[in-house]
């Protein structure tokens, strides 16, 4: 049914037919509510009028809806004493808010209401004096770039200029408090940006460089910067403690038709080449794309958080938005776990296609992604160890050389559908398969007092297949009472790991420099580790009042798991691998159920957000040896508080406070009872009276912009300690040799500080933004060393100074540079640490030549002053040069001529300290190479995307 039109006449007397009125009244009542209520779905707006200067309510202000396709009004009313309006009974549409009054400029702003948004709270609508308009235009012009609400803070692309054919990329590196580097990774506000959506939804899955360097720049509407929530969380707008850095980039509506892609194609001396071709075809709602790479440069590697979750079984993790988390567990054997860091010389093959489209008016919606690809390493690396024990230090040196294969295959996808104007259903599945190769041989050397004390040789080699599986069912509703929702997640997830390979090892033993023992180890190897875990966790709230509400939710965690490692000394007699040796060998399962309840009480005012609540887990550990027959059963409860606190005082200030509290289960690797002999000189022992531990963890956000003058400052600061935390227990006997188990710590809790902090301004006289950015982070760490507890204080400090310019056609670019200092002790040996100064810069500049010419250069310097702890002095300054050549009107074809590390400066090197460790590495590296390559950018988009 249409809404009726209404017209006022100034000179008609309502108050001369009161009885008519009350009679048209009761009539519209019966005769249309019932068909209003059975025909559409409804919404309410409600909110103030002000004064912006003055920051006065404004009675008897005129505010009418219109129907935003034809201009109709839809509805009229006057804002009371306090300033305020209302409207209920709106139907889901397109609408325009107009609101007047004398004197002041008139206020419009469009808006909608649907299924997902059926509200609109605590509108504050700031009027201005028409005296002030024309300052005010200047204003809103600026305030156009940038605006915060709640989590999110949104770029207006507009607002930023970039070169044609730039790629999303290019715009992202002109973002207020959005940083990328010469890899491609994104870093915002002090973390890692992990996902970037392309109009909400996934596109290739979970690589961010798969839209960041190939959706262009010029088709971008909007960009969106926020913490990614989990379904449940983002629904109920309670936090679970699960959210990721994430970027959603929203397209132009003229930009939703055509087509679209790249192709590169480049060879260089040494061997070196790149490859890639990337089609996107957008036809309203339905997408296609489809891309393919291979390189052997290192820029193009399988990226992304698809490393880390599809990796080797040592990296999946299983991970329960409500409930503690189990991992699958380590592979006894090495394997590869498809990441590239630098290490090796690389030859990485990727491919794959998407598709996504909308039906049903808009009520149903697939996205599939198919993916797969290759990354072969060869290299070498050298590893320099010191070793703090209570009784003296132990200085080993190891040389490696590896060559590890991995292919895997990911194929996932999602169907949404919108049942009513009131709930929602989504179902998400994804499969991956996965081989890997893994070749590694070991030479070793451990001295103490200068004095030898072993010396080993090692080989590994194996196959590996991974098959992985995750499902996903999430219902959520909303009902007519405002703040009843109901939703329900429900998720399978399961792992199946299997690995054969040889492991051989010759170590030798030696006092007083004379050889005192050698062992020997030849096995055969076989790891079969499985995982199945169901989960489903349902949550209701309640509005208590408009700004008060109530949430309570009922978990249930099914996780069944087991580790069948089984290790075959050669016979002998026989050559063949068939003495079972029972000391390396064991089949172990781990049952688990997890019952959860909890509640969380919701506070909602004009511009803040509070809730606080708690959840209690109870656990059940069902641990048995399958060998002996040997069974354990434990049971925990757990507790889980929460707190947060968001304060958004306007568009462009947010701040947030947060605490969350949880258990970490100890995983099937640290409890199965089983000698893991892989590297002979460091044996790992489970512990299967292992306990949970208890993360505290909290945080503090503060951003605020002021657009005017460019400035911008951001903090973040976070906090956590663990009680009960499980930690390394280590035996160094004389001869150098580890034992590790995990224990739990008592009496004393591990913590860990993380501080970030960003000021930036526009110099308007040079046209350039400036800013600073100061980083620690902070540890103490414990664990026990021959029986003495060691406390290990890490912290490192970074100072950052920056220069931008990203605006202009001609020349633009960063410059960043700062100090660095690094901390690191060890209360075994406080005087043989790692502390030392460093400094660290980063340039990527491009000058835009005549005759369609141009120039770049990207440079990254690197330095490590020598320690107590290591003699040598690090640097390293790696400069990376590129001319261009830029062809046809649209500047679509591009020859470029590059150099790689222009001064062979490119030296593999890293320091880290893990427990009582200290570690520097070198490693083999990709080192200066010449190419050339031929760049083209097809581009052919048609008008707006069809509605």
Not at 153 to 163: D, F, G, R
Not at 198 to 215: K, Y
Not at 442 to 466: A, C, F
Request: glycine content about 8%; proline content about 3%; charged content about 20%.
């Amino acid at each position: 049914m249409q809404p009726k039109k209404v017209t006022v006449n100034p000179n008609f007397d309502h108050n001369s037919l009161p009885n008519m009125k009350g009679i048209v009244r009761l009539l519209i009542f019966f005769f249309l509510f019932p068909i209003f209520s059975l025909a559409q779905s409804t919404g309410y707006i409600k909110g103030i009028v002000i004064d912006t200067a003055s920051n006065i309510r404004l009675n008897d202000a005129s505010v009418i809806i219109l129907r935003a396709k034809d201009s109709i009004m839809i509805n009229f009313d006057r804002t009371n004493d306090k300033g305020q309006f209302e409207f209920n009974s709106l139907r889901f549409e397109k609408m325009i808010l107009l609101v007047s009054y004398p004197g002041y400029a008139r206020y419009t702003e469009p808006f909608y209401l649907d299924s997902n948004r059926t509200t609109l709270d605590d509108k504050h609508i700031k009027l201005i004096l028409k005296a002030d308009l024309l300052k005010e235009v200047v204003i809103k012009g600026k305030l156009s770039g940038i605006k915060i609400n709640g989590d999110t803070t949104e770029y207006n692309a507009a607002a930023y200029k970039i070169k044609p054919n730039s790629k999303v990329e290019d715009l992202l590196k002109q973002l207020p408090g959005i940083q990328i580097d010469n890899k491609g990774k994104i870093t915002a506000q002090g973390a890692t940006v992990q996902k970037v959506l392309l109009d909400g939804a996934e596109f290739f899955g979970d690589d961010p460089t798969l839209v960041t360097q190939n959706i262009r720049g010029d088709m971008v509407d909007k960009v969106q910067l926020f913490d990614k929530k989990s379904d449940q969380a983002a629904f109920t707008g309670i936090d679970d403690g699960q959210k990721i850095k994430a970027i959603n980039i929203k397209l132009k509506e003229d930009k939703k038709n055509g087509s679209f892609g790249k192709i590169d194609i480049g060879g260089a001396d040494k061997g070196y080449y790149k490859g890639q071709a990337m089609f996107n075809l957008f036809s309203g709602k339905t997408r296609l794309a489809a891309y393919g790479t291979m390189a052997n440069t290192g820029k193009i590697g399988l990226g992304g958080e698809d490393n880390q979750t599809y990796g080797s079984p040592q990296g999946v993790t299983f991970v329960d938005e409500s409930m503690p988390y189990l991992q699958a567990g380590n592979s006894e054997l090495d394997t590869y776990n498809g990441k590239y860091n630098n290490q090796g010389i690389p030859l990485a093959r990727n491919g794959g296609t998407h598709f996504e489209t909308k039906w049903n008016h808009n009520k149903e919606s697939i996205n599939l992604n198919y993916r797969l690809g290759s990354l072969h390493v060869k290299g070498t690396k050298s590893n320099q160890n010191q070793n703090n024990l209570p009784s003296g230090i132990i200085n080993s040196n190891s040389d490696q050389s590896f060559d590890n294969f991995l292919f895997r295959q990911k194929i996932d996808a999602t169907y949404q559908f919108d049942l009513d104007s009131l709930s929602n259903l989504k179902i998400r599945v994804d499969g991956t398969i996965k081989h890997n190769q893994v070749q590694s041989d070991y030479l070793t050397r451990s001295l103490e007092n200068n004095s030898l004390l072993n010396t080993g040789e090692r080989d590994i080699s194996n196959k590996g297949d991974d098959k992985l599986y995750n499902a996903q069912l999430f219902y959520s509703k909303r009902f007519k009472k405002i703040g009843r929702t109901l939703s329900l997640d429900f998720t399978e997830s399961s792992l199946m790991s299997e690995t054969k390979g040889y492991l051989k090892a010759d170590n030798r033993f030696y006092n007083s420099l004379v050889l005192d023992s050698a062992v020997s180890t030849d096995q055969y190897k076989l790891s079969l580790i499985k995982s199945n875990i169901v989960k489903s966790n349902v949550i209701y709230t309640e509005a208590i009042s408009r700004k008060v509400s109530l949430s309570l939710n009922y978990g249930l965690l099914i996780n069944n798991s087991s580790a069948n490692r089984q290790s075959y000394n050669r016979s002998p007699d026989e050559g063949r691998y068939t003495i079972l040796d029972t000391l390396n060998s064991n089949n172990y399962e781990l049952n688990q159920i997890s019952n959860q309840a909890g509640t969380v009480f919701n506070l909602k005012g004009e511009k803040s957000f509070f809730n606080v609540g708690t959840k209690v887990t109870v656990i059940n550990f069902d641990q048995k040896n399958v060998i002996n027959q040997n069974s354990l059963r434990r049971t925990f409860t757990n507790w889980s508080p929460q707190a947060r606190f968001s304060y958004n005082p306007t568009q462009q200030k947010r701040m947030i406070l947060g605490y969350y509290g949880y258990n970490i289960q100890p995983t099937i690797n640290q409890i199965q009872p089983i000698v893991n002999n892989t590297d002979p000189l460091n044996i790992t022992l489970g512990n299967p009276n292992l306990k949970p531990s208890f993360h505290n963890y909290f945080n503090i956000d503060y951003n605020s912009l002021k657009i005017l003058n460019g400035q911008g400052f951001y903090f973040r600061a976070e906090y956590s300690f663990i009680t009960n935390a499980i930690v390394n227990y280590i035996v160094t006997d004389v001869t150098g040799k580890n034992t590790l188990r995990s224990i739990n710590l008592v009496n004393k809790q591990p913590h860990n500080i993380f501080l970030n902090t960003t000021f930036s301004r526009k110099i308007n006289t040079i046209d350039m933004n400036t800013g600073i950015t100061f980083g620690l982070n902070s540890n103490k760490l414990y664990s026990y060393v021959n029986n003495v507890l060691n406390k290990t204080k890490g912290s490192s400090y970074s100072c950052d100074f920056f220069l931008s310019k990203f605006n202009d056609d001609k020349i633009g670019g960063i410059i960043s540079f700062g100090p660095t200092f690094n901390k690191s002790e060890s209360s075994l040996q406080p005087l043989i640490n790692d502390n030392g100064w460093g400094l660290k810069g980063n340039s990527q500049i491009y000058i835009d030549l005549p005759f369609k010419l141009g120039a770049s250069s990207e440079a990254t310097y690197q330095y490590r002053s020598s320690t107590r702890s290591f003699n040598d002095t690090f640097h390293r300054l790696i400069v990376n040069t590129a001319l261009s050549k830029r062809f046809f009107k649209s500047e679509s074809l591009k020859l470029v001529i590059s150099i790689d590390d222009l001064l062979n400066q490119n030296i593999g090197f890293s320091r880290n300290v893990t427990g009582n460790m200290i570690t520097q590495e070198s490693f083999t590296t990709i080192k200066r190479y010449f190419m050339t390559s031929l760049i083209w950018d097809f581009n052919k988009m048609a008008g707006a995307a069809k509605k």
